[in-house]
Nanobody, 124 residues
Framework: QVQLVESGGGLVQAGGSLRLSCAASGRTLSSYSMAWFRRAPGKERELAAGITRSGYGTYYADSVKGRFTISRDNAKITLYLEMNSLKPEDTAVYYC?????????????????WGQGTQVTVSS
């Protein structure tokens, strides 16, 4: 069993930065690929960024590419999302997720474990 807890969300102005963290307990995260999903108001939850078991392969949605960076520290069993040049359209609840496969998946039902979410609000 894996438990995931997100932190680092908050209110920032457009152009600012935030760093989200996802702390894990239970099984080592080296056995899982991981991802950050987000759900904006009135929209479906979408995959924002994903990372392979190894940490060397990453995926970014077009909307965040070049601004967000996903990384993992398996020794600390922690997942990160560095968000720069934030825009109001980045406002969403951000969720940490993990799955047993070696690579991220686009569909949320492919993930085995989820955090509770952390709110990110970007003001203009």
């Amino acid at each position: 069993q894996v438990q995931l807890v997100e932190s680092g969300g908050g209110l920032v102005q457009a152009g600012g930065s935030l760093r989200l963290s996802c702390a894990a307990s239970g099984r080592t995260l080296s056995s899982y690929s991981m991802a950050w999903f987000r759900r904006a108001p009135g929209k479906e939850r979408e995959l924002a960024a994903g990372i392979t078991r190894s940490g060397y392969g990453t995926y970014y949605a077009d909307s965040v590419k070049g601004r967000f960076t996903i990384s993992r520290d398996n020794a600390k069993i922690t997942l990160y999302l560095e968000m720069n040049s934030l825009k109001p359209e980045d406002t969403a609840v951000y969720y940490c997720a993990a799955r047993g496969g070696s690579i991220w998946a686009l569909m949320e039902q492919s993930y085995d474990y989820w955090g509770q979410g952390t709110q990110v609000t970007v003001s203009s």
